[in-house]
């Protein structure tokens, strides 16, 4: 983390322009000597490596400063982006997974449907996600009016479920064909295992020796699926998150960034860094709880 965060707050040190900057383009009054007492009192003046020293020692003060662009402190705006993309990830990844899965076991387990497993997860897997929203949108929200085409819920509860199904279906459909192909590559390869055959031969039957014995064995790539999958979605469901107008953490780095608002980018990334790591942590202590030979190494 603090090596990510010395590298963010560099790159984003060395954009063109400085808050300073925007501020005297949009208001003209402001002179040159303005410009120099608001730079030595927001220290920009300063060279980068004492910035960076002096804002990573508030971070960990829990300071995280104020927006410039919303005006209003950073934890104030980072907070309800982060849960609102949390539960789109949440609600996408499980879907996605428990499909793509469901899909390998079948492949796995019936060789003759792995042909049709594989035209879904490449459909699934090449449809630009932008194009499957729009469709979405037309059939369910325009053409039979079941659900809303975007926004979220002002009144909460059971009904902000309705404006969640377009988004998390539209991410699911889009990431099912790792978790489908990855399943059904493992599970098939711990199928021809002799302790499968062994398994058999005690009279389990067909969908205990695929749940029970051969799926834990086999579920390792897909954990590191699902860890990577994580992180990747909470600072990349840009599209999905403009598409249906959800206020997320994709749309927020995007503004933040463009609009060189230098601690709402840097607070947010490092977010978007923190749950990827808990999330590949969390994957290997699943792994370990699954597989006892990683227990022994």
């Given at each position: 983390m603090a090596i990510l965060s010395f590298a963010m707050f560099l790159l984003i040190g060395l954009m063109p322009g400085d808050p300073i900057?925007?501020?005297?383009?949009?208001?003209?009054?402001?002179?040159?000597?303005?410009?120099?007492?608001?730079?030595a009192l927001h220290g920009l003046d300063q060279p980068l490596l004492a910035r960076y020293a002096a804002w990573a020692g508030g971070l960990l003060e829990g300071r995280f400063g104020h927006s410039r662009l919303f005006a209003q402190p950073v934890a104030d705006i980072i907070?309800?982006?982060?849960?609102?993309?949390?539960?789109?990830?949440?609600?996408?990844?499980?879907?996605?997974?428990?499909?793509?899965?469901?899909?390998?076991?079948?492949a796995a387990a019936?060789?003759?449907l792995a042909p049709a497993v594989d035209a879904i997860a490449i459909l699934g897997q090449s449809a630009p996600s932008f194009w499957l929203g729009i469709l979405l949108i037309i059939l369910f929200a325009v053409t039979l009016g079941w659900l809303p085409a975007g926004g979220m819920s002002e009144t909460g509860g059971l009904d902000s479920l309705r404006f969640l199904v377009l988004p998390v279906a539209t991410l699911a459909i889009a990431n099912l064909a790792a978790y489908a192909r990855h399943?059904?590559?493992a599970v098939g390869l711990t199928l021809r295992e002799p302790w499968i055959t062994a398994a058999r031969a005690r009279g389990n039957g067909e969908a205990r020796v695929l749940l029970r014995h051969a799926f834990p064995n086999a579920a390792v790539?897909?954990?590191?699926?699902?860890?990577?999958?994580?992180?990747?979605?909470v600072g990349g469901a840009l599209i999905t998150e403009t598409l249906f107008a959800r206020p997320g953490m994709g749309k927020l780095i995007y503004d933040a960034v463009m609009g060189n608002?230098?601690?709402?980018?840097?607070?947010?990334?490092?977010?978007?860094?923190?749950?990827?790591?808990?999330?590949t942590l969390a994957a290997d202590l699943a792994q370990r709880a699954l597989d006892p030979r990683l227990r022994d190494a």
């Open positions: 900057d925007l501020a005297i383009a949009g208001d003209p009054r402001l002179t040159a000597e303005d410009a120099a007492r608001l730079r907070a309800p982006a982060l849960v609102s993309t949390l539960v789109l990830l949440g609600g996408a990844l499980l879907l996605a997974g428990g499909i793509g899965i469901a899909l390998g076991l079948l019936r060789p003759r399943s059904a590559a790539p897909v954990l590191q699926v699902a860890a990577l999958d994580a992180g990747a979605l608002d230098t601690n709402l980018a840097l607070v947010a990334l490092l977010l978007v860094a923190l749950v990827t790591m808990l999330a």
